[in-house]
């Protein structure tokens, strides 16, 4: 057995919300996810309307699905679980919308969620992200260190603007991304700057940032290389999201083609592991 890589593409990512209102048709989106060579899609567990004929369509193609849930309490998981289940998604991506004041409060939530989703069978995964449990990078940390066994889904862009990094990252900063994906089991493709979450990966002026996230993301699958099994599968969610993530200019239009931009970070992502395959077999010889 060897450990295998899967991308998939973010439904929420696949919205275009144009001015002339033009949104590609989820079959045509399904389509497109296939001839790209993607392994499928990440879907909602909170909208059942628009997940399920999305994984009759997957299915239909041979792409597989993850599920992304945003619970505002313990109890109401339960629904998500239970969607994820029916979805048959690789793994559950928790935003959760409860926001504990203590530590200790926090890792009860998170306990509690992790415990509900392992008695399910559901593999479940704790996103890093604004305006949820862990919105604060240095609450997080605490928070991981309360409890051992969450796992992450390491969306750094949001930790980038929330915490205002600036540039040069400075090596505490490096320090505390680097203790984030010690523990990430997932990936989310988006580079942020200080100022905005979602930048431009071609505009010459966010080069540094690009750089940057790059080397997190191999630091990142390094990592779980070594940590994980030999038949363990990692998941790359390329997430580009429509506008007011995608900055656009005065009319409305989206300044890059994110479509583009995601098949780039799905090409960065495949080279890189390409390359620790490589490494890795070499050691070995």
């Not at 656009?248 to 592991?273: F, P, V, Y």
Request: aromatic share 10%; charged share 30%.
């Amino acid at each position: 057995m060897t450990q295998t890589l899967e991308i998939f593409q973010s439904i929420w990512g696949m919205e275009r919300r144009r001015p002339d209102g033009r949104e590609w048709p989820i079959e045509e989106q399904v389509d497109m996810l296939k001839d790209a060579g993607y392994d499928g899609m990440d879907l909602y567990s909170f909208v059942p309307e628009i997940s399920r004929p999305a994984k009759r369509l997957l299915d239909r193609a041979g792409l597989a699905c993850t599920a992304c849930a945003f619970p505002k309490s313990v109890e109401g998981f339960q629904s998500d679980i239970d969607m994820a289940l029916e979805l048959e998604a690789r793994h559950l991506n928790v935003i959760g919308q409860m926001y504990p004041m203590t530590v200790a409060e926090g890792a009860d939530i998170v306990r509690r969620w992790l415990e509900m989703a392992d008695r399910a069978g559901m593999p479940c995964t704790v996103e890093t992200h604004r305006d949820c449990i862990t919105t604060d990078m240095l609450y997080t940390l605490r928070l991981m260190a309360a409890v051992p066994e969450m796992k992450l889904c390491a969306d750094l862009s949001h930790f980038v603007v929330a915490r205002e990094f600036t540039w040069p990252v400075p090596t505490r900063d490096e320090h505390w991304i680097q203790q984030v994906l010690d523990r990430s089991a997932a990936f989310q493709g988006r580079v942020a700057s200080r100022e905005q979450v979602q930048v431009q990966i071609d505009f010459p002026r966010h080069r540094g940032w690009v750089g940057k996230f790059r080397q997190w993301w191999e630091d990142g699958m390094r990592k779980w290389r070594f940590r994980e099994p030999e038949d363990a599968t990692l998941n790359f969610l390329v997430e580009l999201g429509p506008p007011p993530y995608a900055i656009t200019d005065r009319d409305g239009w989206e300044l890059s083609d994110r479509w583009q931009e995601g098949l780039a970070i799905k090409g960065w992502i495949e080279e890189i592991w390409s390359r620790l395959d490589a490494e890795g077999r070499a050691s070995q010889d």
